[in-house]
């Protein structure tokens, strides 16, 4: 028995028990000294003394030993409660006392989760296994909140729940996710719990179990900090971090580009067989501290089911990067997903793979917005119609291009359209909103001033709905001021223009007889062409967030300037259709755990088909005040990444997309690839993490094996030691009634009834 | 004044004092002059008793109570007698035995023994007894007779007196019943015979004794001297107490046993009290710390009563 007994019992401070233990042989060494006699003491009334001490002997013996034990036992035990004792709840007696709780448990199933081990299994499982494990420990009466901290971060238990037992079935539905961590608002959430039942005055505990990966706790230079409220973290819980990973090798694909997001056909650089044909980047990278030479990696790219390229890459030592090259031929117009894969197994599979998506057009699509019918021959919808298809056969022409009355302009008029150009601004009254909304989900608007003056009313309805009325300052009237047009000398689109000219020689001056003059105060908005007195003659803009305005000062007009029927025109045109083109339509990239905002062309779509034959529905919400479709949903991309404005439909899936792949809706599609940075399986270096996480406070560690081992030890901490020492005090005060009740000591009474039967003094004798 | 004449009489009287006297003639006479001045004159001191008759002077008697003016009247020699003059014998019993060695070391260093105290008050009562004209006797004892002197009241008797109290005490125990045996045998009068001891034997031996006594009608008073340290067990710190009549050592804490051992002496002394009333005669306790005074008195009250009574 004394054995499981000393197992059950342990404590903080174990020097301060022995001294307890050692303590009790000073009562006991007194006893034996005080029983030493002193000197000797001649008695006469022996026969009394000896009567006394035989009737008494036994009494006193046991009273003296009893006040002994006494006083041992008060040292002893006064040792003992500063000693911090803490009983094992096996024997029953941690039930006395012990304090409810309240933990908090934040797991981190984010992409390294998913690593696997020397044994095969995920990193997970040891996470999973520690969460129940601690859950195991808890009382009825304690309180439980579960938090998971991959994106989107998730309060699976927000309020912390009484019965933690019962939610042991949650954390065993927690699963490895593609999506990365953010720690940082997991923590967040955390502290949120904890002042929901705050008032309660528990002992909390907040436990973080993670790997502590690069990928899950990016604490390198630059890395985000911690949230600065969470410094209140420490002070309100007993903070805990299960003991981190050590470091696995992994290869990813962190990189995986075209070129060109958007080809048409017969427009590609590489046009010897009539194909389309896109260039590709493939980026692998190798986590290792090994960094040895000879490890192998083969990587495969299929186009839609088919393989285009397949390389084993052989690593040099030190390598960490490696760069493919390689191109896919386009058939026929579509969307094509392309996925990168690598063969080899390694240890996390779920950044293994990536998917972009390249689309091949056989038109551009082009509207022109001007006269409509009443255009002429000599009109600028004709100069511009020319110039973009300066050929007599359009059938087989890759651009496409159609003429509309600007005063019909709808949203009808707007499918499958690539690039609108505004001849007649003046006529678009009410409907620049509409080609605001168009623009943003990636489209080209280009627009000039109306040939004949007709007033100039449009400029502020178009600032206005392109959020430009702070920015761009257009002047009250054309300006006649003939100068030359020239290119900014610093402007990438004009080097390009002029590499890609034929005979440059040929070009004559470029005359302008008169302009709208625009000036700006934007950092989005860029010169291309000035006049040579620097006046801005074309300028241009993004329309978050994918497309783009151009702004040409000058009508297209023989009496604007020589523009139209210089062969300058439809090269200009055509190089600003064909470049802005592939930027203003990307594909739609998203990490995993997001519902992303996507723009008004999604509107007619009602759900998106993704990997695994998952189906998500697709929402359609009104921008707020501020913009932001859903202030109260934190997984929302915030407003300036959308370029929404007040007021404007935003398309969002109903759920987060978690699985990493391709999800299309009617002839769109968005790609989810799994962060890069994520799947960094090297464990985060100590002292970082440590600085990273100390903003919270000071952490302890726990194990993997031992996880609940802090809560036992911090939660039985001080309980015995004060019930011990109320058990001093108890025993202090009998000890004192005891020692006074055994010592006999001389008081009045005990001997007045001898001494009255002496004579008096002198005082009463006589 | 009369303050200050108590004190000084109470000065006279304390143990401080009188173990200052050496000779036990001083110390007795100092006694009973002590105790006569101030606040000690008492109408029952004995010393206005009635004259009786004359009787013709016989060698040996005291000149003190010659009457001179019959002398200067006849040339012839005659004694006074007094009323009480030959009804009172008194014997004095002295212990003598180990236990009576115990003493208290008092305020001047010296040791202030029961034996000391029961001296002392013997040699004071037998100084007023042969001044009042009673025969008095001594007997010093222990576990057997240590000195006799005979009652009487001639002129060398209060010497002999003296000198019988010099003995020293022995370590042997007291045997009162036997004691009291002998004392019988001894006595053929009626006496007062006051006993100073400090009763250090049974209960039942010392009750027979007295029974014995009373059936020859002798009237008893006992002074049973107690050191204080015996009456108030005082001793802090464990101590190894050794008997002074062969009893042995016993070696205690005596804060333990200091109530137990209070008990059982006061039970003894109720037993001695119940066994001394049932004849109802006179039981005392006599501290050895305080003045000698007042057993004086009760002496004397006590001869005065048997004295009205036989008279």
Not at chain 1, 106 to 122: F, I
Not at chain 1, 363 to 368: E, G
Not at chain 1, 617 to 641: C, H, V
Not at chain 2, 258 to 278: F, K, N
Request: one cysteine or more; aromatic letters at 6%; charged letters at 25%.
């Amino acid at each position: 028995m004394i054995q499981p007994l000393m197992l059950a019992i342990s404590f903080i401070s174990p020097g301060l028990a022995w001294l307890g233990l050692g303590a009790i042989s000073v009562p006991i060494i007194i006893h034996l000294l005080s029983k030493r006699p002193r000197k000797p003491q001649p008695w006469a009334a022996m026969r009394f003394l000896l009567a006394a001490f035989k009737k008494h002997k036994t009494r006193t013996r046991i009273e003296q030993l009893l006040l002994l034990a006494c006083r041992c036992l008060i040292l002893l035990l006064l040792g003992l409660a500063l000693a911090g004792p803490m009983l094992d709840k096996m024997f029953g007696l941690g039930i006395i006392g012990a304090s409810s709780r309240t933990v908090i448990l934040v797991v981190d199933n984010s992409v390294t989760s998913a690593t696997k081990t020397d044994t095969g299994e995920p990193r997970f499982d040891a996470i999973r296994k520690a969460a129940v494990k601690m859950v195991e420990t808890l009382e009825p009466t304690d309180r439980l909140a579960i938090i998971t901290a991959a994106e989107p971060v998730t309060a699976v238990i927000a309020k912390p729940s009484l019965n933690p037992d019962s939610f042991k079935g949650k954390i065993q539905n927690i699963t490895p996710s593609a999506s990365k961590a953010n720690i940082s608002k997991a923590l967040t959430l955390a502290l949120d719990s904890i002042k929901q039942v705050e008032s309660e005055n528990r002992p909390t505990y907040v436990a973080l179990l993670s790997d502590f990966s690069n990928g899950s706790t990016p604490v390198g230079p630059g890395a985000a900090s911690l949230d600065g409220e969470l410094q209140q973290l420490g002070k309100k819980a007993v903070l805990m971090m299960l003991e981190p990973h050590r470091s696995t090798e992994n290869v990813q694909i962190t990189e995986l580009t075209a070129d060109q997001n958007v080809v048409i056909a017969k427009g590609s650089r590489d046009d010897t067989t009539g194909t389309p044909v896109v260039g590709w980047r493939l980026v692998l990278k190798r986590f290792s501290h090994d960094k040895t030479a000879g490890e192998q990696t083969g990587v495969e790219v299929k186009l839609r089911d088919d393989v285009v390229f397949e390389r084993v890459v052989k690593w040099q030592n030190g390598e960490t990067e490696r760069r493919l090259d390689f191109n896919t031929p386009l058939s026929e117009t579509g969307l094509y997903p392309v996925t990168a894969r690598i063969t080899t197994p390694d240890a996390l599979d779920i950044d293994n793979s990536r998917t972009m998506l390249v689309r091949a057009k056989q038109k551009l699509n082009i509207l022109i917005l001007g006269a409509g019918r009443s255009a002429t021959d000599q009109s600028p919808e004709t100069f511009v119609d020319v110039a973009l298809a300066p050929v007599a056969d359009k059938l087989g022409y890759p651009l496409e291009v159609k003429q509309e009355d600007a005063d019909r302009f709808n949203q009808k008029m707007l499918e499958e359209v690539d690039v609108i150009f505004v001849l007649r601004p003046d006529r678009i009254a009410d409907n620049w909103k509409l080609l605001h909304r168009w623009a943003s989900g990636g489209g080209l608007v280009w627009v000039t001033p109306p040939p004949t003056d007709t007033g100039i009313a449009w400029p502020p309805r178009m600032t206005g709905a392109f959020g430009l009325e702070q920015k761009w300052t257009f002047a009250d009237a054309p300006l006649k001021h003939p100068k030359l047009l020239k290119f900014k000398s610093d402007d990438q689109t004009a080097e390009e223009f002029r590499r890609e000219t034929d005979l440059p020689d040929l070009l004559k001056p470029l005359r302008v007889i008169q302009h709208l003059p625009v000036n700006y105060d934007s950092a989005d908005t860029r010169t291309i062409l000035t006049g040579e007195d620097g006046s801005n003659l074309m300028i241009a803009t993004d329309v978050a967030p994918h497309g783009r305005l151009y702004y040409l000062a000058v009508a297209i007009d023989k009496n604007w300037s020589n523009l139209p029927i210089s062969p300058f025109n439809p090269a200009l045109i055509q190089h600003v259709v064909r470049t802005a083109i592939d930027r203003l339509q990307p594909p739609q990239i998203f990490e995993p755990g997001r519902q992303p905002s996507l723009s008004a062309r999604w509107a007619n779509i009602k759900k998106l088909d993704g990997p695994n034959n998952e189906s998500v529905l697709l929402e359609i919400n009104r921008t707020t005040q501020n913009g932001s479709p859903n202030a109260s949903d934190p997984n929302n991309d915030p407003p300036s990444s959308n370029g929404t404005t007040p007021g404007q439909i935003v398309v969002r899936p109903s759920q987060p997309l978690l699985t990493p792949g391709i999800y299309s809706g009617g002839t769109s599609a968005l790609v989810v690839n799994v962060n890069p940075d994520a799947g960094n399986t090297l464990r985060a270096p100590d002292e970082p993490l440590k600085k990273w996480l100390g903003t919270a406070g000071e952490w302890q560690s726990i194990t993997r094996t031992e996880p609940e081992a802090v809560i036992m030890k911090m939660s039985e901490l001080s309980d015995y030691g004060w019930e011990l020492l109320w058990a001093v005090l108890i025993l202090a005060i009998i000890e004192m009634f005891l020692a006074r009740y055994v010592s006999h000591a001389s008081t009045t009474h005990r001997t007045q009834g001898i001494e009255n039967m002496a004579p008096n003094t002198a005082a009463k004798s006589n | 004044m009369a303050k200050d004449t108590q004190h000084r009489t109470m000065d006279y009287l304390v143990p401080e004092t009188l173990s200052q006297i050496e000779s036990m003639e001083l110390r007795a006479r100092h006694i009973v002059e002590g105790y006569m001045t101030g606040m000690h004159r008492s109408p029952y001191f004995g010393f206005s008793v009635e004259f009786a008759q004359h009787r013709p002077y016989t060698a040996g008697d005291d000149l003190r109570h010659l009457d001179w003016k019959v002398f200067g009247r006849t040339d012839k020699l005659y004694l006074k007698q007094y009323q009480q003059e030959t009804n009172l014998d008194m014997l004095l019993l002295v212990d003598a035995s180990g236990s009576m060695n115990y003493g208290t070391k008092l305020n001047n260093g010296r040791t202030w023994r029961k034996y000391d105290h029961a001296t002392s008050l013997a040699a004071a009562l037998s100084y007023v007894a042969l001044q009042q004209q009673d025969r008095a006797g001594l007997i010093v004892f222990a576990d057997r007779m240590l000195d006799v002197v005979r009652p009487s009241n001639s002129r060398g008797q209060w010497r002999s007196i003296v000198n019988a109290l010099k003995t020293k005490p022995v370590d042997e125990q007291t045997d009162m019943g036997r004691m009291f045996d002998e004392v019988l045998a001894k006595l053929h009068h009626r006496s007062l015979i006051v006993v100073l001891s400090d009763f250090f034997d049974e209960a039942d031996s010392i009750g027979a004794g007295l029974a014995r006594l009373y059936h020859r009608k002798h009237d008893v008073m006992l002074m049973q001297i107690m050191d204080h340290a015996e009456m108030t067990f005082p001793f802090g710190s464990p101590t190894r107490f050794e008997g002074l009549e062969l009893e042995g050592k016993l070696d205690l804490d005596p804060k333990a046993l200091r109530e137990a051992y209070l008990e059982e002496v006061h039970a003894h002394i109720r037993a001695i009290q119940t066994e001394s009333h049932r004849f109802q005669y006179d039981h005392e306790i006599v501290d050895t710390s305080k003045s000698i005074g007042a057993p004086l008195s009760h002496f004397l009250a006590r001869r005065n009563a048997r004295l009205k009574r036989s008279g």
